[in-house]
């Protein structure tokens, strides 16, 4: 069963628009991760947060964290076509629950030119 | 440079037969993982291995599967007698420490199975 939920399941946007979703989990993380999957290909680790971290950035890429809700968000600016892809999060448990990660079920991201 | 890969990419089984697939992860990682992602859905986790160690498989879903590590490099998950429901995206990931060092997984392009 998969521990997250991700908000909205679909989103069609206009290129250069931000793009946000949210991901929901249900228990204690030792770290958040997004990925990327492109039609047909394997998952690309975009960004990871860890559980005593709020806020992170990287290039377009901004993620939040509140652990007392047990939610994260992905927020994606000035978005590109080449940023149609579906973006899940996957959380890493703590202690031996660390060796695996757990998805949620995507967001499909469709950026239009 | 190499990354992970996974062959066959695509494989078609009729049902009732086995199937053998192939990982190999980036030289060098410690940990490698297999999930499986059906159609629309995340990838949901299979089974864990620490060099050849294998320390969870707690997602198999039966035990018609089966992945071995023999050196710790290159993985096979094996699926027995096959059944519709298998039918899926077979994903191998790896990583360069122990799991526990929470790291990134470097994910393999997959190989769809479907079964007929």
């Known amino acids: 069963s998969q521990q997250g939920e991700e908000d909205p399941q679909a989103l069609s946007i206009q290129e250069g628009e931000n793009a946000t979703m949210n991901c929901s989990y249900k228990?204690?993380?030792?770290?958040l991760q997004w990925y990327r999957q492109n039609s047909g290909r394997g998952l690309v680790h975009l960004i990871l947060?860890?559980?005593?971290?709020r806020e992170k950035h990287s290039g377009r890429l901004r993620v939040t964290l509140d652990t007392s809700k047990k939610s994260s968000s992905l927020l994606i600016t000035a978005s590109r076509a080449a940023d149609t892809a579906s973006y899940f999060c996957?959380?890493?448990?703590?202690?031996?629950?660390?060796?695996?990660?757990?998805f949620g079920g995507g967001t499909r991201v469709l950026v239009k030119p | 440079g190499a990354g992970v890969s996974q062959s066959p990419r695509y494989k078609v089984a009729k049902r009732g037969q086995d199937v053998a697939l192939r990982c190999d992860p980036i030289?060098?990682?410690?940990?490698l993982f297999w999930y499986q992602q059906a159609l629309g859905q995340g990838p949901e986790f299979l089974t864990y291995?620490?060099?050849?160690?294998?320390?969870?498989k707690s997602g198999l879903p039966s035990d018609r599967f089966f992945a071995e590590r023999p050196e710790g490099s290159v993985s096979t998950l094996k699926i027995q007698r096959t059944q519709q429901e298998d039918s899926a995206v077979y994903l191998c990931?790896?990583?360069?420490?122990?799991?526990?060092?929470?790291?990134?997984?470097?994910f393999g392009p997959g190989t769809r199975l479907t079964v007929l």
């Open positions: 030289s060098g990682h410690v940990s």
């Open positions: 291995f620490q060099n050849e160690a294998q320390l969870d």
């Open positions: 990931a790896s990583s360069p420490r122990w799991s526990y060092s929470y790291n990134e997984q470097f």
């Open positions: 996957a959380t890493a448990g703590q202690g031996a629950a660390g060796n695996k990660l757990t």
């Open positions: 947060i860890r559980s005593n971290e």
């Open positions: 228990t204690s993380i030792n770290n």
